[in-house]
């Protein structure tokens, strides 16, 4: 009994080791699978890496299904440890009588041996005294003895009998006990070991599914599907365009929509022409011309280049300086 309890015990530490085994390669294949993601997208082999990275997953999660059975039937083992020992408990109480029996046995035994041992030794020293012709009186006293070693031979005997049967009966008992108690527990570790098998073959079952799965899946990605993905992921269209042709300038159209521009003069003379005739006109000074210049162009090389012509331009002129005396500019116009 202490043994069928120790065999249940090592039986659930078997399956924990299992699952733990089991879990280990499920997460190892889990992470095999996802490393199937990190290889190159780009070529016409890419999409077998999505086959390799479905069928991995599904490998682990049969794994993983597995560690799950399996810790269930750990419970299972350890639920019927516990229920064992009550079951070892209550036959302990159940066969005390059948202790006691076997310790009155070989009390008895002994007992019984050793008045027999005891008959026999009265018994001989009897016979010797009357061959050897000792006095009456020492043979009367070892036929005393012998007498006397009999009784309690002949006594032990009966006594024997009597135990002897009660033990038989008892051991006859509670062997029957013993022997149903290992049955049963025997049958359930073989229920256990038979509900482990069926778990792994379930489980085998659906890796040879997908194992099926992954050889259908590569049979069907052929050569010429590949590149065919490979060209729809990649390809501009199916349609091939056509020639293109020369085609002439409509000038037409588009000089209709074109509006006409006039070109402002620039020049010293154009501003000074605007000026004169006029009684009393402003002198134009170098900076009134650069700021002008500057407001009418848009980079700094046309305000260098226009400056430089500015004062080609203005350098005949001599404004005299009492022009500049007046206090609203000049009050004659220039010659």
């Known amino acids: 009994m202490k043994h069928g309890h120790l065999s249940t015990k090592d039986l659930a530490d078997f399956i924990r080791e299992r699952a733990t085994i089991e879990e280990a390669y499920s997460r190892s294949m889990t992470k095999l699978a996802k490393s199937a993601s990190n290889y ?38 350890h639920k019927y440890g516990d229920e064992q020992i009550k079951v070892y408990k209550k036959t302990k109480e159940d066969v005390s009588g059948t202790l006691e029996a076997v310790q009155n046995i ?19 020293e009897q016979e010797r005294l009357k061959k050897e012709g000792a006095t009456q009186r020492e043979v009367d006293k070892a036929a005393v003895k012998s007498k006397k070693a009999t009784d309690t031979y002949k006594l032990y005997v009966e006594k024997y009998a009597a135990f002897k049967s009660d033990f038989e009966q008892k051991m006859t008992e509670t062997a029957q006990k013993f022997q149903d108690i290992e049955e049963t527990h025997l049958l359930r570790m073989k229920e256990i070991i038979e509900s482990l098998s069926n778990t792994i073959k379930e489980i085998h079952l659906q890796i040879g599914e997908v194992h099926e799965e992954f050889i259908n899946n590569m049979t069907n990605t052929t050569v010429e599907s590949l590149i065919q993905k490979f060209a729809e992921s990649k390809g501009t269209g199916k349609e091939r365009p056509g020639p293109i042709e020369f085609e002439e300038c409509n000038t037409s159209s588009a000089v209709e929509g074109i509006k006409p521009r006039k070109r402002k ?12 005739d006029t009684e009393s006109v402003e002198c134009p000074d ?41 206090d609203r500019g000049c009050s004659t116009s220039m010659t």
């Not at 086959?51 to 049969?62: G, I, P, R």
């Not at 070989?106 to 001989?124: D, G, H």
């Open 40 to 77: 190159t997208q780009l070529g016409t082999f890419a999409p077998v890496w999505d086959v390799f990275k479905t069928s991995t997953e599904k490998l682990a999660s049969c794994h993983l299904d597995l560690v799950r059975r399996l810790q269930e039937l750990i419970k299972e083992v």
């Open 106 to 124: 070989q009390s008895i035994t002994q007992a019984l041996q050793k008045s027999k041992e005891n008959y026999n030794t009265k018994c001989v």
């Open 265 to 276: 003069p620039f020049g010293l003379s154009g501003i000074m022409k605007k000026e004169k």
């Open 286 to 326: 170098a900076d009134s011309v650069v700021s002008r210049l500057i407001s009418r162009t848009n980079s700094y090389g046309n305000i260098v280049k226009h400056y430089n012509l500015m004062k080609l331009m203005y350098k005949p002129y001599k404004v005299p300086a009492r022009h500049y005396l007046s």
